[in-house]
């Protein structure tokens, strides 16, 4: 069965440091597209970062040069490293894996909460 | 940036009835319009894919038509299970953009 297990959230104080972990199962996180999705409370969806297997990465310009997406292969784990935090990074982060060719988000965490505040 | 304009926003509707939502794209993504549903809590699921595919283990009374910039989702009879909050999302090019979203209500 296909599993990702966020974790790594919390509350941190403006312009900290977070770094969230998606644990893989069921799948092989190099060999796919990989994204991280936020919702703002009460809000709606906006995608934050992506990671091809190729290796390349995008990054949405609300977070660019702040945060960055990688993987290990070898914990086949997913990550957000999100530095310099401000109060409207506050959201659940969703990692999700997206299906080639359409580019469609079809496994998803559960999330996991940011709240940046003094 | 693609901007995805959905409409309603919001829509009041009873089991049983036909609910349409649109979802306008600001320039031409072909056929790469995914909907998804999202219960309150819960993380978004998939219903349909490229546009009109239906996503294995959906129930067929979901569909999804249009190309372009023009894209409607269709829910033919609305269950109790289908109330809920759906946005379209475009996969044509980076920044991956989603709409705004249409809460399902009951009436």
């Known amino acids: 069965e296909m599993q990702l297990v966020e974790s790594g959230g919390g509350l941190v104080q403006p312009g900290e440091s977070l770094r969230l972990s998606c644990v893989v199962s069921?799948?092989?996180?190099?060999?796919?597209?990989m994204n991280w999705v936020r919702q703002a409370p009460g809000k709606g969806l906006e995608w934050v970062s992506t990671?091809?297997?190729?290796?390349?990465?995008y990054h949405a310009d609300s977070v660019k040069g702040r945060f960055t997406i990688s993987r290990d292969s070898a914990k086949n784990t997913l990550y957000l490293q999100m530095n310099s935090l401000r109060a409207d990074d506050t959201a659940v982060y969703y990692c999700?894996?997206?299906?080639?060719?359409?580019?469609?988000?079809?496994?998803w965490g559960k999330g996991t909460t940011v709240t940046v505040s003094s | 940036d693609i901007q995805m304009t959905q409409s309603p926003s919001s829509l009041s509707a009873s089991v049983g009835d036909r609910v349409t939502i649109t979802c306008r794209a600001s320039?031409?993504?072909?056929?790469?319009l995914n909907w998804y549903q999202q219960i309150p809590g819960r993380a978004p699921k998939v219903l349909i894919y490229?546009?009109?595919s239906l996503q294995s283990g959906v129930p067929s009374r979901f569909s999804g038509s249009g190309s372009g910039t023009d894209f409607t989702f269709t829910i033919s009879s609305l269950q109790p299970e289908d109330f809920a909050t759906y946005y379209c999302?475009?996969?044509?090019?980076?920044?991956?953009?989603f709409g705004g979203g249409t809460k399902v209500e009951i009436k």
């Open positions: 999302q475009q996969s044509y090019s980076s920044p991956l953009t």
């Open positions: 320039q031409s993504i072909s056929g790469y």
């Open positions: 999700a894996r997206d299906v080639n060719p359409y580019y469609y988000m079809d496994v």
């Open positions: 069921g799948f092989i996180v190099n060999n796919n597209y």
């Open positions: 990671i091809y297997s190729g290796g390349d990465t």
């Open positions: 490229a546009a009109s």
